[in-house]
């Protein structure tokens, strides 16, 4: 059974020009919607004991346990992203962005960058992976511990296999090989997981995710 729904929330702050220019979404727009409170149940109603499916899952995901926490709502879900799922069921795209893949793929996308418009064009590219998928890379991906859904979509999970548990010093650096974080830790791999657990939704966290982060490197063991 396919069920949709979708609604306008009002921020309770003035939107910002940035995601005016991005959504097409303005302050008169969303001045009578309903504040996330107010819908939060029917939220948490629509997404308990499901499977959570986004494009750069984690992004998503983490902006809407937050909000449902703040409404007191206690949720979480397994999740599963469709950029780390079309990297492997269509191996050696030059581009995983969803409107790329769309164009590639001859889906529809209307709407862009508006959560109705996104969410059907990814939720046709899921059925179109899952169709493709003849070896059940889906069911691996679902696994409660899968430790792949934690990640960004761009960061190699086999460059997070071969960090040490030991102390030193890394980085990350985005597609363009620009240094966006460096850190230290008395245990690297640890240290850099918790870079991707967690709900913060602070504009600093959330750009580190969105970012294209391709890799962990630097690594360098402290004596």
């Known amino acids: 059974m396919l069920h949709r729904w979708e609604t306008l929330v009002n921020p309770g702050?003035?939107?910002p020009n940035s995601i005016f220019a991005l959504t097409g979404i303005d302050n008169e727009m969303v001045a009578d919607a309903p504040l996330f409170e107010d819908v939060a149940p029917e939220i948490y109603t629509l997404l308990k004991d499901r499977v959570f499916v986004a494009h750069n899952v984690n992004f998503d995901y983490s902006f809407i346990r937050f909000q449902l926490q703040e409404?007191?709502?206690?949720?979480?879900s397994i999740k599963l992203c469709t950029v780390r799922y079309a990297r492997k069921i269509k191996p050696g795209l030059l581009s995983y962005s969803l409107g790329r893949l769309c164009d590639y793929l001859d889906i529809p996308i209307e709407n862009r960058h508006r959560a109705g418009g996104d969410a059907d064009a990814t939720a046709i590219l899921f059925a179109y992976l899952r169709a493709l998928d003849t070896t059940q890379v889906f069911q691996e991906m679902i696994k409660h511990k899968a430790i792949d859904q934690r990640f960004p979509p761009h960061l190699d999970r086999k460059e997070f296999e071969q960090?040490?548990?030991?102390a030193g010093v890394y980085y990350f650096h985005d597609r363009n090989g620009k240094v966006i974080y460096v850190g230290k830790a008395v245990n690297i791999k640890k240290r850099v997981l918790s870079h991707f657990t967690g709900n913060n939704i602070q504009a600093q966290r959330q750009n580190f995710l969105k970012r294209s982060i391709t890799l962990v490197t630097s690594l360098v063991a402290q004596n």
């Open 13 to 15: 702050v003035e939107i």
């Open 71 to 76: 409404a007191g709502i206690d949720w979480s």
């Open 163 to 166: 960090l040490p548990d030991t």
